[in-house]
């Protein structure tokens, strides 16, 4: 069975969610992502869709944890539809990710409006910066980045194409794009496998060897085979 996630707009804490569904406004709060979790049994596959600037650290780091749990017991697959700002580039992190070409990731460090005097104020530097040293972990889990990367990625305030984002590893996919075909590694000159023409000829002509003839005659035939399959290659450069 298929279950979908949406996590759109403001993610909030579950007090604050009846408040913007009066006003209409998306938003997301972990009640309604445990709410879809809890009705997925083992094996189902779960689809996460993001469109999201992000909102309080810590309900992005339950939803992370939610999200990374289930992804063990569950085939999930995230899909960054817009914007993956913030606490929801986190959320993103959690398992499997596509991002749409169009899309944007953005991570920076974490925020507060905290009000006081020096003393105040020097405290919640250091509350800040551990609170960066606590979600660059899920960074460094996904792409196995150091944490001094991490954290000077977030440091810059970094926004990201679907491209940008899967060449540091914070995705796996951009959506849309087919899968290059992977190309055998050769250390050699002017070496190339067989192509499968020339593999079905020479297996039509093992098969049809009954084995009878003299060591000449089958060397022969082997002389042949070569120098057909050599005029097939040199067609094929041709066309």
């Known amino acids: 069975m298929k279950h979908r996630i949406d ?13 913007y569904d009066w006003f209409g ?3 997301t709060c972990p009640r309604d992502v445990m709410k879809v979790l809890s009705a997925a049994v083992p094996g189902d596959e779960i689809e996460v869709y993001i469109n999201s600037p992000g909102g309080i650290i810590d309900v992005g780091s339950e939803i992370y944890t939610l999200l990374r749990s289930a992804a063990e017991k569950h085939d999930m697959r995230i899909y960054i539809m817009g914007e993956a700002c913030s606490a929801a580039s986190i959320v993103a992190c959690a398992a499997y990710c ?7 990731m953005m991570v920076h460090c974490v925020s507060s409006g905290a009000r006081g005097n020096h003393s105040d104020m020097e405290h919640m530097a250091e509350v800040l910066r551990t609170a960066d040293q606590a979600l660059c972990t899920a960074y460094t889990a996904k792409t196995g980045m150091s944490e001094s990367d991490a954290l000077e990625m977030m440091e810059n305030e970094t926004w990201l194409t679907a491209e940008q984002a899967k060449e540091r590893g914070l995705i796996d996919k951009v959506m849309f794009q087919e899968p290059e075909e992977k190309q055998p590694f050769v250390a050699a000159v002017n070496f190339h496998l067989p192509s499968s023409e020339q593999m079905a000829k020479v297996k039509a002509m093992m098969e049809a060897d009954t084995g009878d003839g003299t060591e000449k005659e089958k060397a022969v035939k082997i002389a042949r085979a ?5 005029s097939l290659a040199e067609r094929k450069l041709m066309d």
């Open 25 to 27: 406004e998306d938003s």
């Open 226 to 230: 070569r120098a057909e399959l050599l």
């Open 98 to 104: 596509e991002m749409s070409p169009t899309a944007l």
């Open 7 to 19: 996590v759109r707009g403001a993610m909030i804490p579950n007090d604050y969610k009846w408040y």
